[in-house]
């Protein structure tokens, strides 16, 4: 499975945008996908994920309400749309693939395929 991420950008404070990850591989539609995301100097950490076939979707506390993750298996990709945005959502985002759905199980370690990131910048 190979992704790759796109549609980050700048915008202002309140704005939104939307990140596509558009995933290869026979697999891709049975895997579950994650967003994470990683500011300057801190951790990466996660952002939502949504099942392989869309029925199950998960928000960190900090997006909940804001951020929507969809996904078009016709089209392998996997869509992250993110309105509201605030300046503490800069970062570089990341969209990961694994077998399973979890909603405990957040660690990046246990995802086993990573696109490149897309830097997205809010400011104020």
């Known amino acids: 499975v190979q992704l790759q991420a796109s549609g980050g950008g700048l915008v202002q404070a309140g704005g939104s945008l939307r990140l596509s990850c558009a995933g290869s591989g026979r697999t891709f539609s049975s895997r579950t996908v994650g967003w994470f995301r990683q500011g300057l100097g801190k951790k990466r950490e996660f952002v939502a994920a949504i099942s392989g076939t869309g029925g199950n979707t998960y928000y960190a506390h900090s997006v909940e309400g804001r951020f929507t993750i969809s996904r078009d298996n016709a089209k392998n990709t996997v869509y992250l749309q993110m309105n509201s945005l605030k300046p503490e959502d800069t970062a570089v985002y990341y969209c990961?693939?694994?077998?399973?759905?979890?909603?405990?199980?957040?660690?990046?370690?246990?995802?086993?395929?990573w696109g490149q990131g897309t830097q997205v910048t809010v400011s104020s």
């Open positions: 990961a693939a694994r077998l399973y759905f979890s909603t405990t199980d957040l660690n990046p370690g246990t995802y086993d395929y």
